[in-house]
C-alpha cells in the first residue's frame, strides 16, 4: 500500500510539473495568432518566425553571443581561484564559496541594481559585454563549484608520481590537472550557459533597451499581446537546456558531476 501511495504520489508531481510545458507547447503550434489549448489547427510558422522576423533574430543572436562570453568569462575566473584553493589547501575556502553563493540568495533585483549602478561608472551598460560581464559575474560560483569537485577527485599520487618525473607545477597542471578537470569545467560552462540564456532582471537593468535578449524581448513582447511565438521561443528554451544537459550527461560523468563520490574498488 505505501510503495502504491508513492508512485502515484510522484506521478501526481511529475504531472504537474511537467503539465505546464506541454500546454506551452501545444499553444506554441497554433494556426492562428491566439495563444488557445487545445491548439486550433497546426503550424510551425511561430517557430519560422524567430529566425525570419528580424526583432526576434536579433535577440536570438543577442541571447546566444552574451550566454558564450558569460559561459567563458565565469570560466576564466572559476578556473584558477578554484585551482588556487585547492593547491593551496586554503581554509576559508568554504567561507568564499559562500560568499560566491549570495547573488542568488539576495533578490535579484537587488543583484542587479548593483550591477547597473557599478557598470554604469564604467560605460558599461546598453552592449553586449556589459551583460556578459554581470551574467559571468553571477553565475561564476556555478563552475567554481563544478571544478572543485574535479580538483578534489584528483589522485595525489598522480600528482606526486608527475613530480617525480621531474614535472614542474605548470607542467602538472596542464598535462594532468587540466584534462581531469575538463569535463568539470564543460559542466560549469554548460550551467552558465544555459542560465545565462533564461536570465531576465540583469539582462534587462543593463541592457537599458539597447540590447534585447529573448527573456527581455518576451517581456516586451506581452505588452503588446499574446502571440504563440512567444511560446514557441519558450519551447526553444525548453530543448536546449534538455540538449545541453543531456549532452553532458552522456559524455560525462553524471554522477560525480552531481557530487557523488565513485565506489571505491574493494
Not at 41 to 70: C, D, H, N, Q
Not at 150 to 172: F, H, P, V
Not at 211 to 224: A, E, G, M
Request: proline share 5%; hydrophobic share 55%; charged share 10%.
Amino acid at each position: 500500500m505505501i510503495r502504491i501511495s508513492r508512485i502515484i504520489f510522484c506521478w501526481l508531481v511529475i504531472i504537474t510539473m511537467s503539465a505546464p510545458l506541454f500546454i506551452v507547447a501545444g499553444v506554441s503550434v497554433n494556426q492562428r495568432k491566439l495563444m488557445f489549448f487545445p491548439p486550433r489547427g497546426l503550424s510551425l510558422r511561430w517557430y519560422e518566425e524567430v529566425f525570419t522576423k528580424a526583432p526576434w533574430f536579433e535577440a536570438l543572436t543577442a541571447s546566444l553571443s552574451i550566454a558564450v562570453m558569460a559561459g567563458i568569462i565565469a570560466l576564466s575566473v572559476a578556473l584558477p581561484t578554484a585551482y588556487c584553493l585547492w593547491q593551496h589547501k586554503v581554509r576559508y575556502a568554504k567561507v568564499l564559496y559562500s560568499i560566491g553563493l549570495l547573488p542568488f540568495a539576495l533578490p535579484p533585483v537587488i543583484t542587479a541594481l548593483g550591477m547597473l549602478m557599478w557598470w554604469a561608472q564604467f560605460g558599461a551598460t546598453g552592449n553586449y559585454w556589459g551583460i556578459a560581464l554581470g551574467h559571468g559575474v553571477f553565475l561564476v560560483t556555478l563552475p567554481m563549484v563544478m571544478i572543485s569537485l574535479g580538483l578534489e577527485s584528483i589522485d595525489q599520487e598522480l600528482l606526486e608520481a608527475a613530480r617525480t618525473m621531474g614535472a614542474n607545477n605548470t607542467t602538472t597542471f596542464r598535462t594532468v590537472v587540466l584534462p581531469m578537470v575538463a569535463p568539470y569545467m564543460v559542466a560549469g560552462f554548460a550551467f552558465a550557459f544555459v542560465l545565462s540564456m533564461n536570465e531576465f532582471i540583469i539582462s534587462f537593468f543593463l541592457g537599458q533597451f539597447a540590447v534585447q535578449t529573448l527573456p527581455v524581448k518576451i517581456f516586451s513582447s506581452l505588452r503588446s499581446g499574446y502571440t504563440p511565438t512567444i511560446a514557441s521561443v519558450s519551447v526553444m528554451f525548453i530543448l536546449l537546456a534538455v540538449i545541453v544537459f543531456g549532452l553532458v550527461a552522456r559524455f560525462g560523468d553524471l554522477p560525480r558531476l552531481l557530487g557523488a563520490w565513485a565506489a571505491k574498488d574493494r
